[in-house]
T-cell receptor, first 110, second 114 residues
C-alpha cells in the first residue's frame, strides 16, 4: 500500500497570504489528522477529520481550518499568514490505534 | 492536564544499547507510542504498547511501561549509526472506535558514534 502523501513538500509565502495544503491518506483509512511541528512548540495537534466531519480540534486560531472529501483526502488552509506559522505541517492517517504520518509540508512565511 | 516529557539528548557508542525514557501525566492514556524522525522527514511509527501491557518486544526494540509511575522507555539493542534520529514518545486515549489525538513529548535526539 502507498503511504500518506502530502503536497506540496515545500512552500514559501509572505505575511498576509493564505495557503492550502493537501493530504492523501493510506487507502482505506478514513481518519486524517493534522499536526504542526515547530522548534519552539514541538508537535501540536491541529484537527482530525473522519468521514468528512471534524471530530476533534486543537488550540489554534480560526485562521487554521480544514476539510475532508468523500475519498478521505484532506486539505488544511491557513489564512492571513503570520511569521509564526512557519513550520512543518504533518498529516497522519489512522486505523483504530495506529497513526501513520506523511513526509510533511514545510511552510516558510517571509 | 496532558503532558509528556523526555530528556533532550542521548549519545551512545555503536553496538551498545540505547535507552530513551519518557514520562506522561494522563492516567487515562490507553496507547503509548514511539516515533522516529530523521532529518527532513516525517514521523515513522516504530512501535506502540497498550496500557494494560508491561512490555513489548519487536526485533531490536523493547518497550517497557510502568503504569504506576507513568514511565515509558524504549530500548534499542545493538544501536547502529542509522538509528541516529529524534525519537518521540506520544500518548493517546481510546475514544469510540479510534484513538484520540496524539500528545507528543519534546523528542530525544539520539546520536550514535563509531
Amino acid at each position: 500500500k502507498a503511504g500518506v502523501t502530502q503536497t506540496p513538500r515545500y512552500l514559501i509565502k509572505t505575511r498576509g497570504q493564505q495557503v492550502t495544503l493537501s493530504c492523501s491518506p493510506i487507502s482505506g483509512h478514513r481518519s486524517v489528522s493534522w499536526y504542526q511541528q515547530t522548534p519552539g512548540q514541538g508537535l501540536q495537534f491541529l484537527f482530525e477529520y473522519f468521514s468528512e466531519t471534524q471530530r476533534n480540534k486543537g488550540n489554534f486560531p480560526g485562521r487554521f481550518s480544514g476539510r475532508q472529501f468523500s475519498n478521505s483526502r484532506s486539505e488544511m488552509n491557513v489564512s492571513t499568514l503570520e511569521l509564526g506559522d512557519s513550520a512543518l505541517y504533518l498529516c497522519a492517517s489512522s486505523t483504530a490505534n495506529e497513526q501513520f504520518f506523511g513526509p510533511g509540508t514545510r511552510l516558510t512565511v517571509l | 492536564g496532558e503532558d509528556v516529557e523526555q530528556s533532550l539528548f542521548l549519545s551512545v557508542r555503536e553496538g551498545d544499547s540505547s535507552v530513551i525514557n519518557c514520562t506522561y501525566t494522563d492516567s487515562s492514556s490507553t496507547y503509548l507510542y514511539w516515533y522516529k524522525q530523521e532529518p527532513g522527514a516525517g514521523l515513522q511509527l516504530l512501535t506502540y504498547i497498550f496500557s494494560n501491557m508491561d512490555m513489548k518486544q519487536d526485533q531490536r526494540l523493547t518497550v517497557l511501561l510502568n503504569k504506576k509511575d507513568k514511565h515509558l522507555s524504549l530500548r534499542i539493542a545493538d544501536t547502529q549509526t542509522g538509528d541516529s534520529a529524534i525519537y518521540f514518545c506520544a500518548e493517546s486515549t481510546f475514544r469510540g472506535k479510534n484513538t484520540d489525538k496524539l500528545i507528543f513529548g519534546t523528542g530525544t535526539r539520539l546520536q550514535v558514534f563509531p
